[in-house]
């Protein structure tokens, strides 16, 4: 299994450009999340999921979208990129309330 | 109030120490229980579940006290490998909440 994977890992965006950063897993998790660790700083919940067609908004929810169409996907776009933006985000599964596994995470620098 | 808090630390202790660290959650409701292991610029890892009774993998053993929402990790005979970030995660209701993280560095 290659468990959480997600692309890219590193990107730089420029103000106002909007992108995807993509997540999956092959684990058969019902359970999907993304979240953003600002340096220095603990992980914040931006979006998650309990299965396929239902998301619902964490604490930062505010400058992004996801969608969830398969068990396997959880894809969050950016869009209109600001500086504050600029994080590292990682994405979690887990089946309900046991353990998490995260991705390796997408380096975002918004210049 | 943040649902988890920890001593951010940085513990700076000799090769061979026993180190613990402590962290408190707020929500009585919450129901699973995890240490995270983060190393520099990487993705959080599962070190182990904590459970009521108390569970021991090697060199670590984790507590918890749900009476007083207290969870505790403590490491043995502390290794150079063990320096890292120890995160207190729990789980309540859909949603996983994190500590800001412990800064643990092994000194040789």
């Known amino acids: 299994n290659a468990g959480v994977t997600q692309t890219p890992k590193f990107r730089i965006l420029k103000i106002g450009q909007s992108m995807t950063l993509q997540c999956t897993q092959d684990?058969?998790?019902?359970?999907m999340y993304w979240y953003r660790q600002d340096p220095g700083m603990g992980l914040k919940l931006i979006y998650y999921?309990?299965?396929?067609?239902?998301?619902d908004k964490g604490e930062v929810p505010n400058g992004y979208n996801v969608s969830r169409s398969t068990t396997e996907d959880f894809p969050l776009r950016l869009e209109l990129a600001a500086p504050s933006q600029t994080s590292v985000y990682f994405c979690?599964?887990?089946?309900?309330?046991?353990?998490?596994?995260f991705g390796p995470g997408t380096r975002l620098t918004v210049t | 109030r943040k649902e988890v808090e920890q001593d951010p630390g940085p513990f700076n202790v000799p090769e061979g120490a026993t180190v613990a660290f402590n962290c408190t959650y707020s929500n009585s409701a919450s129901q699973s229980f995890f240490w995270y292991r983060q190393d520099c610029r990487k993705e959080p890892k599962l070190l182990m579940s904590?459970?009521?009774s108390g569970n021991e993998d090697g060199r670590f053993t984790a507590q918890l006290n749900r009476a007083s929402q207290y969870i505790s990790l403590l490491i043995r005979d502390s290794k150079l490998s063990d320096s890292a970030t120890y995160l207190c995660v729990v789980n309540t209701g859909n949603q996983f909440y994190f500590g800001t993280g412990t800064s643990l560095t092994v000194i040789p």
């Open positions: 979690a599964s887990s089946r309900s309330s046991y353990e998490q596994y």
């Open positions: 684990m058969n998790h019902n359970y």
């Open positions: 999921s309990v299965g396929a067609g239902i998301t």
């Open positions: 904590v459970y009521s």
